[in-house]
């Protein structure tokens, strides 16, 4: 039996496989289990530890850019799994609260892989996590990755999947009424 020894390039590409892999699955999952998105899943499982979190600090809590989370805030709203309102303390700014189906859906959920995620670079050492964002982050830039906000995992390609099903439908539609 001859052992074969995986290069470090080789490595680093299938533990990025691996990891894309396992996110991807938590995804459909939550989608097939829960009706929500991961990245859904995981805001709610932050406003499920702490209430009455403005938008600015689910977007530190899941360590991702305002914008990105705002989507993700107003799809939650909108399937009622959320509300937003006015804090009674301070009327200038909102809060995000789980509503009784909100909590419904988190107390069903799975594990949240961002969380666990997060919660093993948290344990590294300092110096390695941030010599690994470097290596991360010098990789991307490599590779010329749009440099701005990043979506929140698989939110962009949920958005690109409707626009590519609605535009299947046009043109089924075109070719029933060309008939």
Do not use: W, Y
């Amino acid at each position: 039996m001859v052992a074969f020894i995986m290069s470090d390039s080789a490595r680093i590409l299938d533990a990025i496989r691996r990891l894309v892999r396992h996110l991807r699955l938590a995804d459909r999952a939550a989608q097939s289990e829960l009706g929500i998105s991961g990245a859904q899943l995981f805001v709610l499982a932050e406003l499920g530890k702490t209430p009455a979190l403005s938008l600015n600090e689910v977007a530190a809590l899941t360590r991702t850019d305002q914008s990105s989370v705002s989507v993700v805030v107003s799809r939650l709203v909108e399937a009622g799994l959320i509300t937003r309102a006015r804090d009674t303390r301070d009327a200038r700014r909102l809060v995000l609260d789980l509503t009784p189906s909100g909590r419904a859906v988190l107390d069903r959920a799975p594990a949240v892989p961002q969380e666990q995620m997060l919660l093993a670079m948290d344990r590294l050492p300092s110096a390695e996590r941030k010599h690994f964002a470097d290596l991360l982050t010098a990789l991307v830039e490599e590779l010329g990755v749009d440099p701005g906000p990043a979506p929140m995992l698989f939110e962009d390609d949920r958005k690109n999947r409707k626009r590519s099903e609605r535009a299947g439908r046009t043109a089924k539609g075109e070719d029933e009424a060309a008939k």
